[in-house]
């Protein structure tokens, strides 16, 4: 079965930690991501300048790793991603700004991203937010 997983909530919330357990189990029972996509708060996943407690769990890395590792598409909303500041090598050139705060493995992308991924999966899972 293919699955695209949203994440609409931030790395602090017990959702994006379900949500990547999730993801991870997906894939340990021979199923498929067809790709990851953060929206809303859930961009927050994918901010290499947040800072976590030497003494906490580093969701931000831990996703990273498993996206690398199984080498995932996983897209972060680019309208969710600006309006909060985040912005990767081409959105920071575009807008003059010198801040860079998302990069690979992870690119901006559409809302267009999610519908094709949703219309070419078995099963749409959505992890926080209002969704």
């Not at 949203?6 to 919330?13: G, L």
Request: glycine share 6%; proline share 4%.
């Amino acid at each position: 079965m293919k699955f695209t997983i949203a994440i609409y909530s931030p790395p602090q919330s017990s959702a994006s930690r379900r949500a990547l357990h999730f993801s991870q189990t997906v894939l340990q029972t021979g199923h498929t991501i067809e790709r990851l996509f953060f929206y809303q708060q859930g961009v927050y996943n994918a901010v290499s300048s947040i800072v976590t407690p030497q003494d906490e769990f580093d969701i931000r890395l831990a996703w990273q790793t498993f996206i690398e590792e199984n080498n995932l598409d996983a897209v972060v909303c680019i309208a969710a991603a600006l309006r909060r500041g985040q912005l990767d090598t081409t959105e920071a050139k575009r807008y003059q700004k010198t801040a860079i705060t998302i990069s690979p493995p992870w690119q901006l992308s559409g809302l267009g991203q999610l519908h094709e991924a949703i219309q070419n999966s078995d099963r749409f899972v959505c992890f926080g937010g209002n969704a």
